[in-house]
């Protein structure tokens, strides 16, 4: 049974940093690339960053270029996110997700909450 536990959101002022970790479990970690994406309220999920199986290729979405940084420790089956000057607009609920075989990615976890104060 594959399963995700992310972890690390709170609240934080806007200008404020957060670490955010995902632990999965159940598969073959180190065969998938991974990625965090996050969800506004009344929004759509959207992709945030990725990162390849062996963590040398990274992507980010354009409004978090610069700010937020992926990274993954394939030995603990767990990627990060570490999030600095962070904006209201950042607020929402962060999941992260394994490439599936569609081209898209799955999600297993619950995601953890992220508010950002103006």
């Known amino acids: 049974q594959v399963e995700e536990v992310e972890s690390g959101g709170g609240l934080v002022e806007a200008g404020g940093s957060l670490r955010l970790s995902c632990l999965a479990s159940?598969?073959?970690?180190?065969?998938?690339?991974m990625a965090w994406f996050r969800q506004a309220p009344g929004k759509e999920r959207e992709f945030v960053a990725g990162?390849?199986?062996?963590?040398?290729?990274?992507h980010y979405a354009d409004s978090v270029k610069g700010r937020f940084t992926i990274t993954r420790n394939n030995a603990n089956n767990t990627i990060y996110l570490q999030m600095n000057s962070l904006k209201f607009e950042d607020t929402g609920v962060y999941y992260c997700?394994?490439?599936?075989?569609?081209?898209?990615?799955?999600?297993y976890g619950q995601g953890t909450q992220v508010t950002v104060s103006a």
């Open positions: 997700g394994a490439s599936s075989a569609n081209g898209g990615y799955d999600f």
């Open positions: 159940g598969r073959t970690f180190s065969s998938y690339m």
């Open positions: 990162i390849t199986w062996n963590g040398v290729n990274t």
